[in-house]
């Protein structure tokens, strides 16, 4: 179970619980991401519809995200709400649980290889992401894609840096998106076959200077439609180059006097 950065929550805090034991009044569940501290659910805060049954609505070992309506620090207890908690935090809390736990386990691996403890993994990495990337595996993801920078970036020591970007290639598959247009270029110069590959040539130079991460293809489709095709890890970087590449010919195209359209591809 991974290590809490602090003792108790906060109230108003989300957070991933496990119900385990249910009673006519309320129900016991276990805070997941503070070590399995013990919270109360008191029937009132279960559901915001009368049940007949609480177990209509808990099971025990039922994972559930729960809102933190009370703490009392001196005794050390908790009370949470169920019904207090939206659908949409509800999926949003889920998701980041499920990508921490992997990132956690991913770095308590390499911690285990390179001889460090379990609170140094934590220390120096696990909550170093967190701070600076919202979610640690988002940083292992940007390691993936963009290299070890992107650990380095986020203060990670540099005894980390190279066999956790080692780890996270072996365990990550970052899933790539792609976006394609069609392109008309057309010239009716002598020289209009050489003016046409200057433009293809400078957004070629566009589409190649953004390194590994970002993939870009141009071909022939039969003159004098072209395809250009970006692969990229999100749609937004996609776009940016496929941007980037189009505003590049259509400015070189009116300079070689070459007739330019670009047209969406559209699924």
Not at 16 to 42: M, R, S
Not at 96 to 104: D, G, I, P, T, V
Request: proline content about 4%; overall charge positive.
């Amino acid at each position: 179970m991974p290590i809490p950065r602090k003792e108790l929550p906060d109230v108003g805090e989300y957070v991933v619980a496990t119900v385990k034991k249910i009673f006519d009044y309320g129900a016991y569940v276990t805070l997941d991401e503070y070590n399995g501290l013990e919270a109360y659910l008191p029937w009132s805060e279960v559901a915001s519809r009368w049940v007949r049954n609480i177990r209509d609505v808990l099971r025990e070992d039922q994972k559930i995200v729960v809102k933190v309506i009370r703490v009392n620090r001196r005794r050390k207890t908790v009370d949470v709400s169920l019904k207090k908690v939206p659908e949409n935090e509800k999926r949003k809390k889920m998701l980041w649980w499920k990508r921490y736990l992997k990132a956690s386990k991913i770095i308590e691996l390499v911690a285990e290889k390179i001889g460090k403890s379990i609170e140094d993994a934590y220390r120096e990495v696990v909550w170093k992401l967190e701070d600076y990337y919202g979610d640690p595996l988002l940083g292992l993801e940007e390691a993936v894609i963009r290299g070890p920078d992107a650990l380095r970036e986020a203060g990670i020591p540099e005894d980390w840096i190279e066999p956790l970007h080692n780890e996270a290639l072996r365990h990550i598959k970052i899933k790539m998106v792609k976006i394609r247009g069609i392109m008309f270029l057309r010239s009716y110069e002598s020289d209009g076959v050489d003016r046409i590959k200057k433009i293809l040539t400078a957004m070629e130079e566009v589409l190649t200077k953004y390194g590994q991460n970002i993939k870009g293809r141009i071909f022939l489709l039969g003159s004098p439609r072209y395809v250009i095709e970006i692969t990229a890890p999100d749609y937004k970087s996609a776009e940016k180059v496929l941007s980037e590449a189009i505003q590049t010919a259509e400015s070189l195209a009116k300079k070689l006097n070459v007739e330019f359209r670009f047209e969406r591809e559209r699924k």
